[in-house]
């Protein structure tokens, strides 16, 4: 791979958690989850990081994160702020949290330049991930500006409670369709969820899900700004489009105007803090990979 960039979103607030996660170290030697996904990223391919912070967590950030990769990547950091927005209307006045996924990657549009992936700053998406990300970066053309990392649903359950995941319709390795479901939880016989109807629906064990973990061809960026710009120019109308502008809304943008996605498999045990009751499994399971040697005691 003739470089990438790895952006991170690391803006959202944790509300479920009660804290900011993504600067919390869960391994042996109080690693965060985004230093296990800097280095699997380094150890793909990837050569700079583009970090998409809130100017609220900056000297946290600074202090428990950045320091640690001082000499080790170049790195960035991006701002999302509630009021970076393409349309300043009422909606934006007062607001506190983020506008969702798709403005967090809009408000780094003037840093993306190379093939880039994007995920979640609080959680760990296994070294699979990334290995298949960087040889897939590459590939990526006008006709095919994206890939995504396909979990297996039964990797990316919580036994602490109920989550949201992306599930997604896959047609001979191509994505056709992603619809958020919510409440998804196993129950005595099977795994239960409600639909972006609301309706209750039944899942299988080996339903591909979305964790967030995408690529991108450059080129996806004028996708993400048409939406985006198009997502506040509603809100300045008055019309009910949501609180949020999410990523997977610019990717099925992408597939309505005929462009393709292609769904990279992995076998990877996600592991990731949706309730604070999650860090005991995830603090073991870190453990266990640095055990086995799959992970050196000090990433970096």
Not at 19 to 39: D, H, M, N, R
Not at 111 to 125: K, L, R
Not at 234 to 262: F, I, S
Request: hydrophobic residues 40%.
């Amino acid at each position: 791979m003739h470089g990438a960039q790895l952006v991170v979103l690391a803006a959202g607030m944790g509300s479920r958690y009660g804290g900011l996660k993504q600067i919390e170290g869960l391994g042996p030697t109080g690693a965060t989850l985004l230093e296990y996904s800097v280095f699997d990223a380094l150890h793909a391919g990837f050569n700079e990081i583009i970090f998409i912070i809130r100017k609220a967590i900056e000297e946290d950030f600074k202090q428990h994160v950045l320091s640690r990769f001082k000499g080790h990547i170049p790195v960035k950091l991006v701002y999302q702020e509630v009021n970076d927005v393409p349309y300043v209307c009422d909606a934006v006045k007062g607001r506190v949290k983020p506008w969702g996924t798709a403005h967090a990657l809009w408000c780094a549009r003037n840093v993306v330049t190379q093939p880039f992936a994007v995920i979640n700053a609080d959680d760990f998406y296994g070294r699979e991930a990334f290995d298949v990300l960087g040889q897939n970066l590459a590939t990526l053309d006008a006709t095919t500006p994206i890939c995504m990392v396909g979990y297996t649903l039964s990797r990316t359950l919580s036994e602490s409670g109920s989550v949201s995941r992306g599930v997604c319709t896959v047609k001979n390795g191509l994505l056709t369709n992603i619809e958020e479901h919510t409440s998804i939880m196993r129950d005595a016989t099977t795994i239960v969820a409600k639909n972006g109807g609301g309706e209750e629906v039944t899942l299988q064990d080996d339903t591909v899900v979305s964790m967030n973990c995408w690529g991108f061809s450059p080129l996806f960026m004028q996708s993400v700004t048409g939406v985006v710009t198009a997502f506040f120019a509603a809100l300045a109308d008055g019309k009910e489009v949501g609180m949020e502008c999410y990523l997977p809304t610019v990717v099925r943008h992408c597939l309505e105007m005929g462009q393709q996605c292609r769904v990279l498999t992995s076998d990877a045990q996600w592991c990731g803090v949706t309730y604070p009751s999650d860090k005991i499994f995830v603090q073991q399971r870190l453990a266990s990979l640095t055990e086995q040697g799959i992970y050196p005691p000090l990433l970096v």
